[in-house]
């Protein structure tokens, strides 16, 4: 599964999910909430770039 980053430098890898906001390790960015947002700066998913 691809990881993707943030412009503020925060990298979402798949692999690792985001438990502290209750996303499962393996979940693909593509499956995440579509409110989920960066938890370093709050930008939402539109503005992660493939890493």
Known sequence: MDKYVCPCGYEYDPEVGDP???????TAFEDLPEDWVCPICGLGKDAFEIA
Do not use: K, Q, S, T
């Open 20 to 26: 502290d906001n209750g996303i499962e390790p393996g």
